[in-house]
């Protein structure tokens, strides 16, 4: 508040054209650049060429430097405290490219910060060059509202940055995103970072973070996770060690409350592949006796990751009260798999090592549970199947013995 102040009060001090402006410290973000589409129509009354439809706004990255010594063209003006979530922007490239690694930062997403950015208005000049990406801009990381897109150069197709959901956040600050409709098994490739919380901000008490460390150039850095309470304010957080394990057995949980009184927990389950830690599995997984229908309708689904799909269990059909796994080594730590009329339950290692594997279920009705199995790395096993019709819930655990 005290920087949106300064920012006003120095305007109403010398009341001139702005050469340049904290784009998110304004009420309305949006009306500034439609006061520069207007300004431009205003300095051409008697030309219809420049009707205010006509007008398009051009929006140039430029370096620090570069904004210290040329001033912005007439009409135009300098945008700053912009901040990229899921891709970072080169000016010597000038172009987006791929992120460093993240730093794990308890504000979440944006933690990239875009150098300012020179918008002008023109009149169009021809068509628009198929190597530029219409990146979104949203007031906040929740990204509730839509203020424009900005046409970035880049290498890539510009879809790669659309299906990751890469944007431009203006207020990077303590915020309260939304959880992703579909809980699911997550990898995360070194360097993103992935923030779950539930989509009715005002029912929550804490959010849940896990992600990779910032670390010099030639150390390895460690996965990390954290917890956040609905201030911003950091109230835990644990990271994995080089023997990929997770310390102390941490374990964040994240209770929902409804109205109803209607309770279920997230929990975080952490592995790598191997000692380089390049990816990181995350678990969502509804508490033992807690989950009931009313929170059922708000979390669709829990999906299990597959070898070439993803294949989506509704909880109305397959509602897993209890699951917990422990792991060394394993990606793919469990699928379910279509054969016949039935599904399979099968769970693969893909570790150096071996591991064995313990599979308790109880359904109705009774089946006969198969024996503890040794898997060999890279082994596929099926532990059992799930017929349809069958009358769950189901209660499954799942647990992995380290290597020697």
Not at 99 to 105: A, N, Q, R, S, T
Not at 284 to 307: N, P, T, W, Y
Not at 311 to 334: G, H, K, S
Request: with cysteine; charged share 20%; aromatic share 8%.
């Amino acid at each position: 508040m005290q920087l949106r102040y300064t920012q006003l009060d120095n305007w109403l001090v010398r009341p001139q054209h702005l050469d340049q402006v904290w784009w998110g410290g304004l009420a309305d973000p949006a009306g500034l650049l439609l006061a520069l589409k207007q300004e431009l129509c205003r300095a051409h009354p008697m030309d219809k060429a420049w009707a205010l439809e006509n007008i398009v706004l051009r929006f140039s990255p430029k370096s620090e430097q570069h904004v210290s010594i040329h001033p912005p063209p007439k009409g135009g003006m300098y945008l700053l405290g912009l901040h990229a979530d899921g891709f970072a922007y080169s000016l010597a490239g000038d172009r987006v490219q791929e992120p460093p690694e993240l730093l794990v930062d308890w504000r979440g997403p944006g933690a990239h910060p875009m150098p300012p950015v020179l918008v002008t208005a023109h009149l169009p000049t021809g068509p628009q060059s198929a190597d530029l990406w219409a990146c979104p801009v949203y007031d906040t990381p929740s990204r509730h509202r839509l203020l424009t897109s900005i046409h970035l150069p880049c290498t890539e197709d510009p879809n790669h940055w659309d299906i990751r959901g890469a944007c431009l956040i203006l207020n990077h600050a303590p915020f309260w995103p939304a959880l992703p409709t579909k809980p699911a098994v997550r990898v995360l490739a070194q360097g993103d970072t992935f923030l779950v919380t539930h989509e009715y901000p005002e029912t929550v008490n804490v959010s849940l973070a896990i992600g990779w460390e910032h670390v010099p150039e030639g150390y390895v850095p460690r996965p990390h996770i954290f917890c956040i309470d609905k201030n911003g304010h950091l109230e835990s957080e644990g990271v994995i060690d080089k023997e990929n394990r997770i310390d102390s057995n941490m374990s964040i949980k994240m209770e929902l409350v409804e109205d109803s009184d209607v309770k279920a927990s997230i929990e975080l389950a952490l592995a790598s592949i191997s000692q380089q830690m390049d990816a990181l599995i995350l678990y969502v997984i509804l508490e033992d006796g807690m989950a009931k229908k009313q929170l059922l309708q708000r979390i669709k689904s829990i999906f299990l990751r597959m070898v070439d799909k993803t294949l989506e269990i509704p909880l109305a059909e397959y509602r897993m009260e209890n699951f917990l796994c422990q792991w060394d080594t394993a990606v793919e730590v469990c699928r379910l798999q279509r054969v016949g009329v039935d599904w399979q339950l099968q769970a693969t290692c893909t570790g150096y090592r071996a591991s064995t594997v313990d599979l308790e279920a109880f359904y109705s009705p009774p089946v006969e549970l198969p024996a503890p199995v040794e898997l060999s790395p890279y082994e596929t096993v099926c532990l059992g199947r799930i017929s349809e019709g069958v009358d769950l819930p189901l209660h499954l655990q799942l647990s992995w013995d380290y290597g020697k």
